[in-house]
């Protein structure tokens, strides 16, 4: 990506009626199992919820094998570091992006879960090559960290945002 050879298909539009994506990606993570591990992705006592609101997605172009690629990166990840409760996917339409004007015609996807958070110094970390949340749970896992940079530079490239919240 850093040569700018990436190739996007813009073929397809992201439409209220074709939402398939997220329901796509959903579906894969629930039958998921960790690599290192062979266990579900999903920890026994989580449920994962498509909380799309499917009549107020705007149509959007967009490669749906990328969003794809970054919605599976992204889910995981609060999968993998959520121990109880819930995940929770969520679209809807938006013109404000992380408090920017966004313009029209844009998607606000989030993913929400119910894990110990993150600490502001890990999430300065998250988007950078390598870049790995420094605590016993993010070492579990034998990630690259490169998988939410990769998302990031992604997302960018379709000319959206992506941001970590913590409280």
């Not at 629930?30 to 591990?37: T, Y």
């Not at 094998?65 to 993998?80: E, T």
Request: charged share 20%; with cysteine.
């Amino acid at each position: 990506m850093q040569t700018g050879a990436v190739q996007f298909s813009w073929e397809g539009v992201l439409t209220p009626h074709r939402t398939y994506v997220d329901a796509q990606v959903v579906h894969s993570l629930r039958h998921a199992k960790d690599v290192s591990s062979g266990n579900s992705l999903i920890a026994e006592g989580v449920s994962l919820r498509d909380d799309v609101n499917k009549t107020g997605v705007p149509n959007v172009k967009a490669d749906l094998h990328r969003l794809s690629q970054v919605l599976f990166n992204v889910i995981g990840n609060a999968l993998k570091f959520t121990q109880k409760g819930q995940v929770s996917v969520k679209a809807r339409a938006c013109n404000n992006a992380n408090g920017k004007e966004v313009g029209t015609n844009f998607v606000c996807i989030s993913v929400q879960d119910t894990g110990n958070g993150i600490s502001a110094e890990d999430i300065g970390k998250l988007f950078k090559e390598f870049g790995q949340a420094n605590n016993d749970k993010a070492r579990q896992f034998a990630g690259t960290g490169l998988g939410l940079c990769i998302c990031k530079e992604l997302v960018e490239l379709h000319g959206g945002e992506i941001w970590v919240e913590s409280v």
